[in-house]
Nanobody
Framework: QVQLVESGGGLVQPGESLRLSCTAA????????MRWYRQAPGKERELVAG?????????NYADSVKGRFMISRDNAKNTVYLQMNSLKPEDTAVYYC??????WGQGTQVTVSS
């Protein structure tokens, strides 16, 4: 059974950091590009970051998170990460993990508020 499970969300203050994790099961994780999306209340889901299946391949980021967020993967652990630094209130959203053309996670809430 294909499954993606996110974790690591929470409530933080502006300027703080969080690391999201997404652990995969039921498919060959190393063969799939992975993405993180987010959806804020009343807004459409947007792409935050992506990482290809190829080791050393180019990552990509939304302009709004460039220089603050970093996506990485550990194929031995079937896990993709999103390191989020210098968080802002506008980063508040539900964050979703996506295996490209295969599956979505259930989402994890990130709230940035003082």
């Amino acid at each position: 059974q294909v499954q993606l499970v996110e974790s690591g969300g929470g409530l933080v203050q502006p300027g703080e950091s969080l690391r999201l994790s997404c652990t995969a099961a039921g498919f060959r994780f190393s063969s799939y590009g992975m993405r993180w999306y987010r959806q804020a209340p009343g807004k459409e889901r947007e792409l935050v970051a992506g990482i290809p299946s190829t080791i050393g391949g180019r990552t990509n980021y939304a302009d709004s998170v460039k220089g603050r967020f970093m996506i990485s993967r550990d194929n031995a652990k079937n896990t993709v990460y999103l390191q989020m630094n210098s968080l802002k209130p506008e980063d508040t959203a539900v964050y979703y993990c996506n295996a490209i053309n295969l599956a979505w996670g259930q989402g994890t809430q990130v709230t940035v508020s003082s």
